[in-house]
């Protein structure tokens, strides 16, 4: 894989992942609920459903590539003007002040992990984004199931970050939110 692609990944993975769905709006509820204790299970739960939902997502690719380039081809275009269409919706919706809606407050962190990881890995949404946007960025004269690995892992990581980031802001923000002053 050329590193060009694969910085290119990372810079649209990057864009991706600031807009929050309904993973990051969990993790956000239950970081203001809970404190900075909720920041490691729900960290580490991100993280095991980005990597469930893109297993999920390879092994259909996976097959897909061994039975036809011809399918592969057309998923791969079909997944670029799905994105185009994410995009121009996106675009045309601009930005609007709802409320988000808190969950329930679990009170274990096992039920914390248990929650966000279910938010995140049956989200179908997200698996039918990952199989049309892993390809966006394979190299046909590379091998195609390292490649989608590489992508998958970088994913994965960047996605915990990002979580990481907002768990650790919505945590301060509920200590500034709670003092008498605000």
């Known amino acids: 894989m050329p590193i060009e692609l694969w910085l290119a990944f990372?810079?649209?993975?990057?864009?991706?992942?600031?807009?929050?769905?309904?993973?990051?709006?969990?993790v956000i509820s239950y970081s203001m609920s809970h404190g900075r204790r909720a920041n490691v299970p729900l960290v580490a739960a991100v993280a095991l459903g980005d990597s469930t939902a893109l297993v999920v997502s390879l092994l259909g690719l996976g097959a897909l590539l061994a039975t036809s380039a011809f399918w592969f081809?057309?998923?791969?275009?079909?997944?670029?003007?799905?994105?185009?269409?994410?995009?121009?919706?996106?675009?045309?919706?601009?930005?609007?002040?709802?409320e988000m809606a808190a969950p329930a407050a679990p009170s274990s962190r096992w039920?914390?992990?248990?929650?966000?990881?279910?938010?995140?890995?049956?989200?179908?949404?997200?698996?039918v984004f990952f199989v049309a946007?892993?390809?966006?960025?394979?190299?046909?004269?590379?091998?195609?199931?390292r490649q989608l690995w590489v992508?998958?892992?970088?994913?994965?990581?960047?996605?915990?970050?990002?979580?990481?980031?907002?768990?650790?802001?919505?945590?301060?923000?509920?200590?500034?939110?709670?003092?008498?002053?605000?």
């Open 10 to 26: 990372i810079a649209a993975s990057a864009i991706l992942l600031i807009i929050p769905g309904p993973t990051i709006r969990t």
């Open 73 to 98: 081809t057309v998923v791969k275009w079909v997944g670029g003007l799905y994105l185009l269409y994410l995009g121009i919706r996106l675009l045309r919706a601009g930005i609007t002040s709802t």
């Open 111 to 127: 039920r914390l992990f248990a929650n966000t990881y279910l938010v995140t890995a049956l989200n179908p949404k997200g698996i």
């Open 133 to 145: 946007f892993l390809p966006q960025f394979i190299s046909p004269t590379a091998d195609v199931t």
């Open 151 to 182: 992508l998958a892992v970088t994913f994965v990581a960047m996605a915990a970050l990002n979580a990481t980031l907002y768990a650790v802001f919505a945590a301060s923000a509920r200590k500034l939110l709670s003092s008498p002053r605000a």
